[in-house]
């Protein structure tokens, strides 16, 4: 299938960097939110990240100018009418997922793939509330995106071998290396990575060590390159937690258990490094 038009939905940390690979990678890309400051702040933190790849001359202005050419605000949903390929990146909540792929399967043309981003929840149910579940997807990436190689595919019960296979080469198109995963909950990186996070804040609840001690420990001892505490500030605690529910709900296992000082530090407000303070204070 040829896709040339890329709309993405959800200008935040994720959608912003996939707009920004894929608009280097030569397609037209829509990045779309729910206003249009959070648009704008979007599109400035793709501006600055390639700002400093001109910097450091690694990318010539009139490329930078031509990538921020192809990145078109948006924050009417009627630009879906145009494109070929939808990647959600809004919240990790499954309403607001369903309500705007019925939004998506209402506005966008009959070929269009409609993808998600969501770092946990079955694909195969968002696809179930559309009238094209075989050209539903998952197609998750890490973050940074601009930076991190993976894209994890997760194929929904119905998803077709064609969308599948389009999803695997637009993914090396933008220079990300594709890992098939089948759908189920968290899928294998978050199935893996988030219970560790989880423990390290069990740790610190418990009074085991200090943060910085935590995250020290497992980067000096495991080489990891950030301490899950810090790594989890960088996610965002809200994902976090909403990932921990999504495997504690979807294996139905207390091995899953969200740790209490999640809950409360979400309850807080306190989401990581976007809100300023989580595990740690950031100015
Ligand atoms: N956006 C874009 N680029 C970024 C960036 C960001 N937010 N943060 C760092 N970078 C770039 C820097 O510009 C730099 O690039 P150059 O070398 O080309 O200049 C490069 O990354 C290295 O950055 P730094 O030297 O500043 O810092 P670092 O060496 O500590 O690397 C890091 C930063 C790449 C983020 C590294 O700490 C890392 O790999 N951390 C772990 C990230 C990780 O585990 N991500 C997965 C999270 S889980 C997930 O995404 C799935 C989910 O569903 C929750
Ligand atoms: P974020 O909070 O930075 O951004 C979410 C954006 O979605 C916000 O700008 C918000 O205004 C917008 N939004 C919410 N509802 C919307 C709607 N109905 N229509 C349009 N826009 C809407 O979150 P994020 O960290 O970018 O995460 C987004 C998704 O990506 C989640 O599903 C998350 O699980 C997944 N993800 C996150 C990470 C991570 O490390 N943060 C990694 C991989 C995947």
């Known amino acids: 299938m040829n896709v040339q038009t890329i709309m993405v939905i959800g200008a935040g940390q994720m959608g912003s960097g996939i707009a920004q690979v894929c608009a280097m990678a030569n397609y037209k890309v829509y990045l779309h939110d729910l206003k249009e400051e959070y648009v704008q702040k979007g599109v400035s933190s793709v501006a600055a990240q390639l700002s400093r ?84 997807i998952g197609m998750h990436f890490m973050n940074p995106v601009p930076v991190m190689k993976l894209v994890e595919i997760i194929r929904g019960l119905q998803t077709s071998d ?53 995250d020290e420990i497992m980067k000096l001892g495991m080489n990891h390159p950030m301490g899950p505490l810090t790594l989890a500030d960088f996610i965002g605690l809200d994902t976090c937690l909403y990932i921990m529910e999504t495997l504690q709900e979807g294996f139905g296992d207390d091995k899953y258990r969200p740790c209490p000082l999640l809950r409360k530090y979400v309850k807080a407000g306190w989401l990581g490094k976007k809100t300023g303070k989580g595990f740690y204070t950031y100015s």
Do not use: C, W
Request: aromatic share 4%; hydrophobic share 45%; glycine share 4%.
């Open 162 to 214: 064609e969308v599948y296979e389009t999803i695997e080469s637009i993914t090396k198109n933008i220079g990300k290396v594709p890992v098939e995963v089948q759908d189920f909950p968290g899928f294998i990186s978050n199935r893996i990575l988030m219970p560790m996070i989880n423990e390290a804040i069990f740790a610190l609840y418990e009074g085991v060590a200090e943060p910085e001690a935590i």
């Open 53 to 136: 790849q001109v910097d450091k001359g690694r990318m010539t202005a009139e490329d930078r100018d031509g990538v921020l050419g192809r990145l078109h605000p948006s924050t009417s949903i009627q630009n879906a009418a145009e494109a070929d390929l939808i990647i959600e990146a809004v919240v990790e909540n499954m309403d607001v997922k369903t309500q705007v792929f019925k939004m998506l399967d209402e506005m966008a043309p009959e070929h269009a793939i409609l993808a998600s981003n969501t770092s946990s929840l079955p694909i195969t149910e968002i696809a179930a509330v559309t009238k094209r579940p075989e050209k539903v």
